[in-house]
């Protein structure tokens, strides 16, 4: 139950920044909530493989290159999903840091609420 309450606030993330965002497009509701369950796939399959390949320039820039693995997770989520779209790799960036900051935002809401 719990899985699907994230999923449904990560699908919430995505509607309201699309919506604030000139450079993302989402079709629907129910696109958004496949965005949301096809980001957590991603994060969970291809992001650590992404890490390891790129530990030594992740190191270097101190961990600011996480940034761009991030945007590279959300450019492929948009070549995966028809209904979803992004304009270049720097409105994934910023997608991805607003989703980030978002979310969190929402998490602590949720945890507050159950207290």
Aim: with cysteine; net charge positive.
């Amino acid at each position: 139950m719990k899985l699907i309450i994230r999923l449904l606030l990560n699908a919430v993330a995505v509607v309201v920044l699309s919506k604030l965002l000139d450079g993302i497009y989402v079709d629907s509701y129910t696109t958004a909530i496949i965005v949301a369950v096809v980001l957590s796939i991603l994060n969970l399959l291809v992001k650590p493989v992404l890490v390891i390949l790129t530990l030594p320039i992740t190191i270097v820039t101190l961990g600011l290159f996480m940034l761009v693995i991030n945007a590279l997770i959300v450019l492929l989520a948009d070549k995966l999903i028809d209904g979803f779209s992004v304009s270049s790799i720097w409105m994934a960036m910023l997608f991805s840091i607003l989703l980030c900051v978002l979310q969190s935002i929402l998490y602590s809401v949720l945890k507050a609420d159950k207290k």
